[in-house]
Each structure stands twice: as C-alpha cells, then as structure tokens.
C-alpha cells in the first residue's frame, strides 16, 4: 500500500532544531537530544567495522582520543561567561536531591558543545553550591596550613587596629596623614600574606574547586527546573 505524500509534514534540520530548543530555554531536551545523537552514530557504524579486529581497535582508540579532547575541551571554557549576582541571590539548592543527586544523574559528553551547554547552565543552577565548596576547600587549605591561617588572621587583626586607631584619633581629619597610613598597612598586609603564604593557599582552594566545579558541570545532566525546584 502507498502513502501519498503530506504537504502539511514539515523536515526541520537538526541544527534549526537544536537552535529553537535552546532560545526557547528547553535546554533540558536539547540535552538529551545531543546524547541520544552520538550514541546513534556509534551503533551504526559498529555493525560495519565489527567484521575486522583492525577496525574494532581504530574505532576505540578514536572513541578513546575524543573523550580526551573532550576532557581538555572543558578548561579552554569560560564557566562565568553566562552568571550574573542574581544567581547568588536565589535559594541554595538541596546538595542531596538536586546538586548530588543519584547515579543516573550523570554522563559523559557526547562532545564539546554538549559540555559548554552543561557547563554554562549548571554553573548558573548552582552557584551558590559552587560557592560553598569554595569556601570549605579554603578553610581546609588553611587547616593544612597553620602559617597560611596565622597571616589571614594577623592581616585581618592588623586593619581592625588601623580602624580602631582611626576612630580613637581622628585621622579623618587629617586626609595626607590617613592616606599614609592607609598604604603602610596595605604594604604590612602585603608583606605578612607573601612571608606566610597566604595566596598559596588561596591559589590551590581556587585550583581544587574550579577543576570540581567544571567536571561536576560538565557530566551533570541537565533536569529541567521545575524538577530542581521541586527537589530543594
């Protein structure tokens, strides 16, 4: 039996469609779709180059070498090109329900694009988790680092007295003498930071949380936002 043809039926190219589910915020589904696209190429090809071991090999060693670009591919991004202060204004979202969440909530990128996407979304739904590891790397750095914490510490104490002196004596009254004042202790803050390396150990809280905060981007799966709503 044939069919006749449809005028009504509509072919959309992918790209087309890809663009429309990613200006209407549907980023979710374009997800999905960019999974579902690369896991379809691999099984095609499969049942042709299964007839030799030859191409069996070539085919994982391709397989393998675009996971490792992809890998590299996520510290050439910029995770803060999309966030905004508005995105550390929201409620934290649940760090068990929807920023951990289970087993399934994570794949590999199919490529680059699929990891910017991932990336770029999930770093604006959970900056305020982001931030959080952050700050907890950072007190962990400073606890494996007494002299790190000691130099913070006296840096923080040395401009509580500079206030207090301030307030004590008048020094606003006096703007040239208030101005020196203000870099002596910027120079002594400077130096005690430098002597107790206090910028190392915010260098490597930088370090460990901005490789987690990528990877964690990169092989989260978007959910849509109702649902992360729902989970907080």
């Not at 299964?50 to 070539?58: D, L, Y």
């Not at 202060?85 to 909530?105: E, H, L």
């Not at 991932?118 to 400073?142: G, H, Q």
């Amino acid at each position: 039996m044939v069919f006749s043809s449809n005028p009504l039926s509509l072919s959309v190219p992918d790209t087309t469609f890809d663009a429309w589910l990613r200006d209407s915020g549907y980023l979710e589904i374009l997800d999905q779709h960019s999974s579902s696209s690369a896991t379809a190429a691999p099984a095609t090809t499969s049942t042709i180059t299964s007839t030799t071991t030859t191409a069996t090999a070539t085919g994982l060693f391709i397989s393998f070498f675009s996971h490792i670009l992809t890998l590299l591919s996520l510290f050439t991004l910029n995770p803060f090109s999309k966030l905004t202060t508005d995105d550390f204004s929201g409620q934290t979202p649940s760090w068990t329900g929807s920023f951990f969440a289970d087993c399934g909530s994570y794949s590999f990128p199919s490529g680059s694009e699929q990891a910017r996407l991932r990336v770029n979304e999930n770093v604006k739904r959970y900056a305020r988790n982001y931030a959080s590891l952050f700050i907890l790397f950072f007190a962990c750095t400073l606890y494996q680092m007494p002299l790190a914490l000691i130099g913070l510490i006296s840096s923080l104490a040395l401009w509580d007295v500079f206030k207090f002196c301030s307030d004590r004596w008048g020094w606003d009254r006096y703007p040239v003498l208030r101005q020196v004042m203000v870099r002596t202790a910027q120079c002594v803050t400077a130096v005690v930071l430098i002597c107790l390396n206090v910028q190392m150990a915010f260098f490597c809280a930088v370090g460990i949380s901005y490789t987690v905060m990528v990877l964690h981007a990169a092989f989260r799966k978007l959910t849509p936002a109702k649902q992360s709503a729902r989970s907080r």
